[in-house]
């Protein structure tokens, strides 16, 4: 553990000196010897200060999404809310939002797991009253066709009104729309004015 907490504090002292995190997290990793669960730890955990304000002034209450068009980062939600259900590891980083550590995305299955955690979603969008949801997968993810097809009946059985598509540029795709989002993805949470961290939502509950 004394191992992982000095880790962090070096890999925050060379992002706070604006090195890449990429190549800081690389040296880091090979310094310590960590493995790959340290270092998706450790990715999802540390951020600069000037990355840590930026993405909290992004963290909108999830209050505010009521009567508002709602983008939901579709595979980040849901492998978050998996993870909560399923009692997997979390963390929540630096910048407060809550993330995964599995590191899953381009292995993801389609299966009763995911229906548990779109039933939770769908029934916690449903108390804050949006006015229209869309949820946005990626289309290289194999079954994204069919668990789109999957979330639209849902939502249309809950009487939610939304949509769901697949996207060859997901992340690209949510930014230009620039709606409330629903993310933990640093990358989006940057470049969207508002972002909604509704694995929190659902953990604290």
């Known amino acids: 553990m004394l191992e992982i907490k000095n880790a962090a504090q070096d890999l925050k ?18 310094h310590y010897k960590l493995n790959d669960k340290q270092r998706n730890f450790l990715q999802r955990y540390v951020f600069s200060e000037k990355d840590i304000k930026l993405h909290k002034s992004r963290l909108f209450s999830i209050e505010k999404i009521a009567g508002k068009d709602i983008i939901i980062d579709g595979y980040n939600v849901l492998i ?6 399923n009692k997997k590891e979390l963390v929540r980083g630096m910048d407060g939002f809550l993330r995964d550590t599995s590191a899953i995305f381009s292995k993801y299955i389609f299966d009763k797991n995911t229906k548990k955690a779109l039933k939770r979603i769908i029934l916690t969008l449903k108390e804050y009253k949006p006015r229209f949801v869309l949820f946005i997968f990626d ?3 194999s079954h994204s066709g069919e668990l789109t097809g999957y979330v639209r009946h849902k939502l249309n059985e809950s009487g939610l009104n939304g949509n769901a598509r697949t996207s060859r540029s ?5 930014v230009d729309l620039n709606e409330i989002t ?5 990358i989006i949470i940057e470049k969207v004015d ?11 509950k």
């Open 139 to 141: 289309s290289q993810i």
């Open 170 to 174: 997901a992340d690209k795709e949510i």
């Open 13 to 30: 002292y060379l992002l706070d000196r604006d090195y890449n995190k990429k190549t800081s997290l690389n040296l880091i990793v090979n």
């Open 194 to 204: 508002g972002a909604v961290d509704i694995g929190s939502v659902i953990y604290e």
């Open 80 to 85: 978050t809310v998996e993870a909560i259900l």
């Open 182 to 186: 629903m993310t933990s993805d640093s």
